[in-house]
């Protein structure tokens, strides 16, 4: 399959190019015909890419170990799901999904550009193949995963994957993930195809909404699935450590949240015009960024690849991407200027000016904290790291903020508001936060940082239900009927609206499980001997056994737990953590025991033995509210589906009627 493979990876490469320069001139002479071809090269990229993946896909599911790529990832006793999993475990395999994935994104725009019925379309598609040209430039010539193993014999076993990676969690995070990144250059590439064919009307945001939409909920849910990975995987009791990698995946979330909040300005106001265009090639640039950062080996980190010496081309791409944003943004200039301006910092747009500014000033604080290292070595020769209490320090005011503005921005009005409608909106939910935040304060249950997160999201949450129960009240006095039927009412009529209230919802629920989680946790280290007994929170820990085991992958050592609740003394759970040594790669993992509920974790890591033998040393974390986070996220997503629902033909009208009216 490896010429197969090849041979499939080479006729994309060819096609993306042709792609590129037919969609230029047809952009360039406006002929149907060529236009046309256009669209079908794109298909054509997708099916090789797909040929391509499939055929690794194959050797891994055969144990082919002349593929030098399959036998490094990969070994006879892993279980079925990881073979097809260890496509993405090393840098070429995941760079040829990179590619499938974005190859299939612009083949789905292809498909649907009779549908937009735009001039631009030429335009976007030559941007959206050279898009995937980069990439597959990359994966034909630099890391091909379809080169033979330099051996005279047939290897009969692998080396296997690396033992981190082999959790169910990893075969769906990189898929939902690079699916964030590779669909935010569909954005990207209707942004430069409106720049390229000078219309820059609103067109090419209302084509994007749904496309920004995609990619945010596929980042959203690739990163949450990381930190779930690494919250089950790595044994350390958290979910999130600022690593390097980490961070470029949340940079690009980051912009693209920006700009999915800037675009109403934009629709509403025409204004913050040349904002949104570079947000989105902001956003597009961090994800080539992120994938700089985790392929060239200039950080360290537990999520990174092995060294490599590609990334100057990535560097050489993005300078590439913003050379020509700048260019073409001071070549439209004149298009892009604003055709109004914010008149009063009480007003929506100013707040949502405000809330870029936050967005962009974290995400700046964040590439500053990924990049010191790197320049502290270049200035002062040695490399010095900052950590978890620099990220914590910096963003965490930031954070805050947003958070308090997600609870005003969408409730103030255009233009310019009044003290007084101020006050009849936000008084209530102002006043209870005071309130809640006093209790905290008076119960002594959390410091400064903690009690003020809660007070802010109880004032989002109030503002929230507030804005609710006005529209239920104004839907029931227009059509009679209970209060459930008006709510049902109004969510269908504003679904839009309500989705991203939704999402808002789920903010505030993640919000709350990371504060209470960092603010409340309880970590103990302990060893315990068979029938020993160690308390930690309202917990008592019992040590009933130790005792080996394993499969045909790995030999392990199994602790048996039960955990007691101190108070009765009535058995919560019994936990089973293991210490597991992998055969092939010759390395160990912790296979930590885990029970979740509602108030908290209980989180159980297996370190080992003591220095006897004979006792089992333990590490134990008790996580408040870690489920919610989790939860949180479901709402997000949940809330971002309903939003992206079709719309009915009555309900746009009615939008587009009220935009007008508003304008």
Same mark, same amino acid.
């Given at each position: 399959?490896?010429?197969?493979?090849?041979?499939?990876?080479?006729?994309?490469?060819?096609?993306?190019?042709?792609?590129?320069?037919?969609?230029?001139?047809?952009?360039?002479?406006?002929?149907?015909?060529?236009?046309?071809?256009?669209?079908?090269?794109?298909?054509?990229?997708?099916?090789?890419?797909?040929?391509?993946?499939?055929?690794?896909?194959?050797?891994?599911?055969?144990?082919?170990?002349?593929?030098?790529?399959?036998?490094?990832?990969?070994?006879?006793?892993?279980?079925?799901?990881?073979?097809?999993?260890?496509?993405?475990?090393?840098?070429?395999?995941?760079?040829?999904?990179?590619?499938?994935?974005?190859?299939?994104?612009?083949?789905?725009?292809?498909?649907?550009?009779?549908?937009?019925?735009?001039?631009?379309?030429?335009?976007?598609?030559?941007?959206?193949?050279?898009?995937?040209?980069?990439?597959?430039?990359?994966?034909?010539?630099?890391?091909?995963?379809?080169?033979?193993?330099?051996?005279?014999?047939?290897?009969?076993?692998?080396?296997?994957?690396?033992?981190?990676?082999?959790?169910?969690?990893?075969?769906?995070?990189?898929?939902?993930?690079?699916?964030?990144?590779?669909?935010?250059?569909?954005?990207?590439?209707?942004?430069?195809?409106?720049?390229?064919?000078?219309?820059?009307?609103?067109?090419?945001?209302?084509?994007?909404?749904?496309?920004?939409?995609?990619?945010?909920?596929?980042?959203?849910?690739?990163?949450?699935?990381?930190?779930?990975?690494?919250?089950?995987?790595?044994?350390?009791?958290?979910?999130?450590?600022?690593?390097?990698?980490?961070?470029?995946?949340?940079?690009?979330?980051?912009?693209?949240?920006?700009?999915?909040?800037?675009?109403?300005?934009?629709?509403?106001?025409?204004?913050?015009?040349?904002?949104?265009?570079?947000?989105?090639?902001?956003?597009?640039?961090?994800?080539?960024?992120?994938?700089?950062?985790?392929?060239?080996?200039?950080?360290?980190?537990?999520?990174?690849?092995?060294?490599?010496?590609?990334?100057?081309?990535?560097?050489?791409?993005?300078?590439?991407?913003?050379?020509?944003?700048?260019?073409?943004?001071?070549?439209?200039?004149?298009?892009?200027?604003?055709?109004?301006?914010?008149?009063?910092?009480?007003?929506?747009?100013?707040?949502?000016?405000?809330?870029?500014?936050?967005?962009?000033?974290?995400?700046? $604080? @964040?590439? +500053?904290? &990924? #990049?010191?290292? *790197? =320049?502290? /070595?270049?200035?002062? %020769?040695? !490399?010095?790291?900052?950590?978890?209490?620099?990220?914590?320090?910096?963003?965490?005011?930031?954070?805050?903020?947003?958070?308090?503005?997600?609870?005003?921005?969408?409730?103030?009005?255009?233009?310019?508001?009044?003290?007084?409608?101020?006050?009849?909106?936000?008084?209530?939910?102002?006043?209870?936060?005071?309130?809640?935040?006093?209790?905290?304060?008076?119960?002594?249950?959390?410091?400064?940082?903690?009690?003020?997160?809660? $007070? @802010?999201? +109880?004032? &989002? #949450?109030?503002? *929230? =239900?507030? /804005?609710?129960?006005? %529209?239920? !009240?104004?839907?029931?006095?227009?059509?009679?009927?209970?209060?459930?039927?008006?709510?049902?009412?109004?969510?269908?009529?504003?679904?839009?609206?309500?989705?991203?209230?939704?999402?808002?919802?789920?903010?505030?629920?993640?919000?709350?499980?990371?504060?209470?989680?960092?603010?409340?946790?309880?970590?103990?280290?302990?060893?315990?001997?068979?029938?020993?007994?160690?308390?930690?929170?309202?917990?008592?820990?019992?040590?009933?056994?130790?005792?080996?085991?394993?499969?045909?992958?790995?030999?392990?050592?199994?602790?048996?737990?039960?955990?007691?609740?101190?108070?009765?003394?009535?058995?919560?759970?019994?936990?089973?953590?293991?210490?597991?040594?992998?055969?092939?790669?010759?390395?160990?993992?912790?296979?930590?025991?885990?029970?979740?509920?509602?108030?908290?974790?209980?989180?159980?890591?297996?370190?080992?033995?003591?220095?006897?033998?004979?006792?089992?040393?333990?590490?134990?974390?008790?996580?408040?509210?870690?489920?919610?986070?989790?939860?949180?996220?479901?709402?997000?997503?949940?809330?971002?589906?309903?939003?992206?629902?079709?719309?009915?033909?009555?309900?746009?009208?009615?939008?587009?009627?009220?935009?007008?009216?508003?304008?």
């Amino acid at each position: 399959m490896q010429e197969f493979g090849h041979f499939a990876l080479c006729i994309s490469w060819g096609l993306a190019l042709f792609g590129l320069v037919a969609g230029l001139y047809a952009g360039r002479t406006r002929k149907i015909a060529w236009e046309s071809t256009v669209i079908n090269s794109t298909y054509l990229v997708a099916l090789s890419a797909g040929c391509a993946i499939f055929a690794l896909g194959y050797s891994f599911y055969n144990n082919d170990y002349t593929n030098q790529y399959v036998w490094q990832f990969s070994n006879r006793d892993m279980p079925s799901v990881y073979k097809i999993s260890a496509i993405w475990g090393g840098m070429d395999g995941s760079m040829l999904l990179w590619c499938f994935m974005l190859a299939f994104s612009c083949a789905v725009v292809a498909w649907r550009s009779k549908t937009y019925r735009t001039s631009m379309m030429p335009w976007v598609l030559a941007v959206a193949n050279s898009c995937s040209l980069f990439f597959l430039t990359i994966v034909v010539f630099l890391t091909n995963p379809f080169r033979y193993l330099n051996s005279p014999l047939i290897p009969n076993d692998g080396n296997g994957l690396n033992p981190l990676l082999q959790n169910e969690y990893m075969a769906i995070h990189p898929p939902m993930l690079y699916a964030g990144f590779t669909v935010f250059a569909i954005p990207y590439a209707f942004c430069m195809g409106a720049l390229l064919s000078g219309n820059l009307s609103n067109e090419w945001l209302r084509l994007t909404r749904r496309w920004t939409l995609i990619a945010w909920g596929f980042l959203t849910a690739g990163i949450v699935l990381g930190g779930h990975w690494a919250y089950l995987e790595l044994g350390w009791g958290g979910f999130w450590a600022w690593d390097p990698v980490e961070n470029a995946s949340f940079l690009p979330w980051l912009t693209g949240t920006a700009f999915l909040h800037s675009v109403m300005v934009q629709e509403r106001k025409n204004m913050l015009k040349v904002w949104n265009v570079w947000l989105i090639i902001l956003t597009y640039g961090l994800t080539v960024f992120g994938t700089f950062l985790t392929r060239s080996g200039v950080v360290q980190s537990v999520h990174a690849f092995a060294n490599t010496d590609i990334g100057w081309v990535f560097l050489l791409y993005i300078g590439i991407i913003f050379v020509l944003g700048l260019g073409l943004t001071l070549f439209r200039r004149k298009e892009l200027s604003p055709e109004r301006h914010i008149v009063s910092f009480l007003s929506r747009e100013a707040f949502f000016l405000v809330n870029n500014l936050l967005f962009l000033s974290i995400c700046f $604080a @964040i590439i +500053w904290g &990924v #990049l010191f290292p *790197i =320049l502290s /070595e270049a200035v002062t %020769g040695t !490399k010095q790291t900052v950590g978890i209490p620099f990220f914590n320090t910096v963003t965490l005011p930031m954070f805050l903020a947003l958070i308090f503005l997600m609870g005003i921005g969408p409730l103030i009005a255009w233009q310019k508001a009044s003290f007084k409608s101020l006050a009849k909106t936000f008084a209530i939910p102002f006043i209870s936060a005071l309130a809640i935040g006093a209790l905290i304060i008076a119960t002594g249950t959390a410091s400064y940082y903690p009690t003020l997160s809660y $007070a @802010i999201c +109880w004032f &989002v #949450l109030m503002t *929230i =239900l507030g /804005e609710l129960h006005r %529209g239920v !009240k104004v839907q029931r006095a227009a059509t009679p009927g209970s209060f459930v039927e008006g709510t049902s009412r109004l969510i269908r009529r504003h679904r839009t609206r309500y989705g991203g209230y939704l999402v808002h919802l789920g903010v505030l629920v993640v919000t709350v499980s990371i504060t209470a989680s960092m603010a409340h946790k309880i970590e103990k280290e302990f060893t315990l001997g068979v029938g020993e007994t160690f308390k930690v929170g309202r917990f008592d820990f019992t040590l009933d056994g130790l005792h080996d085991g394993g499969t045909t992958n790995y030999n392990a050592l199994y602790a048996e737990v039960k955990v007691r609740t101190t108070k009765d003394g009535a058995t919560y759970t019994i936990l089973k953590p293991e210490l597991r040594r992998y055969f092939r790669n010759d390395e160990s993992t912790t296979e930590v025991a885990l029970k979740m509920g509602p108030w908290e974790d209980v989180y159980l890591v297996l370190a080992g033995l003591d220095d006897t033998g004979g006792r089992g040393a333990l590490k134990v974390f008790i996580n408040p509210l870690q489920v919610w986070l989790w939860i949180g996220t479901l709402i997000m997503i949940a809330g971002t589906i309903i939003t992206l629902l079709p719309k009915r033909a009555a309900q746009v009208a009615s939008e587009s009627s009220a935009v007008s009216n508003l304008a």
